[in-house]
């Protein structure tokens, strides 16, 4: 088409600074240790079990939405039915430290007040706590990547960074009964290319972002849970248990994860100090 880029392009922006709550479409973001700025820098946590909770348990969290008040320094949570909760977006005044098992990691986070935990409890039905990532402790990511790549993450399963494209999600759309977004993958980073094939990013190494070419690592595929069978205006799992069910029949396809559904790269950053934008030139290696 006139005027078309025949280029990888960053196409969408997004950070979800609540972990499996609503995410931020952005314009631009820093690149940070723990990858776009604000992600996944606080958590839901079961009060009793310390076992931290997401969609896959809770479904409804998929209501929470989240704003980013920059002028005055909040962010800010609300949800059907619920007041606005507000919490510093950088906070200095640090509550309790509280260790929590994230998958392999175990990740030290710290309590944001009473009030932020009322509000959560009230929302989820049991005793819950938000937590703010400790600052202190840095969680180190070490698996697949370069020595000279030393990346951290926050409350994210493993990675700091999620990239999906949309030639793939194309693809997935074609083949299952209900068209998608790529909000319900969770990415940080989407690209887009005019004729590139589905999957491409499979082989992908590397990947050069903006007129200084900075770099993400491209890492493993992204194992999916059940999360993208959320239907995310009603905060319920679907009975037909939709996308998942199909793509099961065409999307395992890592060797090393057999039975998972693979949607998306994970990623990290080689350094960072970086701005991201929308519109941003891509070169793959």
């Known amino acids: 088409m006139p005027g078309e880029s025949d280029e990888w392009t960053v196409a969408g922006l997004y950070t979800y600074p609540v972990k499996s709550c609503q995410g931020v479409a952005l314009q631009s973001s820093a690149v940070t240790a723990t990858g776009l700025q604000y992600d996944r820098l606080?958590?839901?946590?079961?009060?009793?079990?310390?076992?931290?909770?997401?969609?896959?348990q809770h479904p409804r969290l998929a209501l929470i939405q989240v704003s980013i008040n920059e002028k005055h320094g909040m962010l800010e949570l609300n949800a059907p039915g619920m007041s606005i909760l507000q919490v510093a977006l950088h906070p200095t005044d640090l509550g309790a430290q509280v260790p929590v098992r994230v998958w392999y990691d175990t990740v030290m986070g710290r309590r944001c007040s009473a009030d932020a935990d009322a509000w959560v409890t009230q929302f989820v039905g049991k005793p819950t706590h938000l937590l703010y990532k400790d600052p202190d402790c840095p969680r180190l990511v070490s698996r697949y990547v370069p020595e000279k790549c030393a990346p951290q993450a926050g409350f994210a399963d493993v990675f700091p960074l999620h990239v999906t494209t949309s030639p793939s999600l194309a693809d997935v759309n074609s083949?299952?009964?209900?068209?998608?977004?790529?909000?319900?993958?969770?990415?940080?980073?989407?690209?887009?290319?005019?004729?590139?094939?589905?999957?491409?990013?499979?082989?992908?190494?590397?990947?050069?972002?903006?007129?200084?070419?900075?770099?993400?690592?491209?890492?493993?595929?992204?194992?999916?849970?059940?999360?993208?069978?959320?239907?995310?205006?009603?905060?319920?799992?679907?009975?037909?248990?939709?996308?998942?069910t199909s793509m099961r029949t065409f999307r395992c396809v890592d060797p090393g994860s057999p039975s998972f559904v693979c949607f998306g790269m994970q990623a990290a950053p080689q350094s960072t100090g970086h701005t991201v934008w929308v519109g941003d030139s891509v070169v793959v290696r």
């Open 175 to 244: 083949r299952v009964p209900s068209k998608l977004t790529h909000t319900h993958f969770r990415p940080n980073i989407v690209l887009s290319h005019p004729h590139a094939l589905p999957y491409e990013e499979e082989r992908w190494t590397r990947i050069e972002i903006g007129r200084d070419a900075w770099s993400l690592f491209i890492t493993s595929r992204t194992p999916r849970c059940s999360m993208p069978n959320v239907d995310l205006e009603l905060g319920k799992m679907r009975e037909d248990k939709e996308p998942m």
């Open 42 to 56: 606080w958590m839901l946590v079961d009060a009793r079990s310390g076992r931290f909770v997401t969609q896959r």
